[in-house]
């Protein structure tokens, strides 16, 4: 079983940055940022894979960089210019080795059995 922790969400004003982590128990193939606001489905907004191949929603792409710390088994997400639509709850995703998976794949959270219990990044005007 793998667990996710993520940590680093809070509030700050649009414009501004932060930096979101996720502590994994064991790196898998595939790990990836998700997003929930209320009322909305969720949104997947990047993945990077083993080989550290990122691809980006077009939602963050320019000002979120998805990158990952082996030697710390950590996964991060640094959010830049952030605005208010940003605001949800951040979730940190992992699929295992086996099933390669499609550029499209990587943004569909059925494709990730993992999941952490998130982390809420409130953006104001």
């Known amino acids: 079983q793998v667990q996710l922790v993520e940590s680093g969400g809070g509030s700050v004003r649009a414009g501004g940055s932060l930096r979101l982590s996720c502590e994994a128990s064991?790196?898998?193939?595939?790990m990836g940022w998700f997003r929930q606001a209320p009322g909305k489905e969720r949104e997947g907004l990047a993945s990077?894979?083993?080989?550290?191949?990122?691809t980006y929603a077009n939602s963050v792409q320019g000002r979120f960089t998805i990158s990952k710390d082996y030697a710390k088994n950590t996964l991060y997400l640094q959010m830049n210019s952030l605005k208010p639509e940003d605001t949800a709850m951040y979730l940190c995703?992992?699929?295992?080795?086996?099933?390669?998976?499609?550029?499209?794949?990587?943004?569909?959270?059925?494709?990730?059995?993992?999941w952490g219990q998130g982390t809420q990044v409130t953006v104001s005007s």
């Open positions: 990077i894979d083993r080989e550290f191949d990122a």
């Open positions: 064991t790196y898998q193939r595939y």
């Open positions: 995703a992992a699929a295992p080795f086996g099933k390669i998976l499609s550029t499209r794949e990587r943004f569909l959270d059925r494709s990730y059995p993992y």
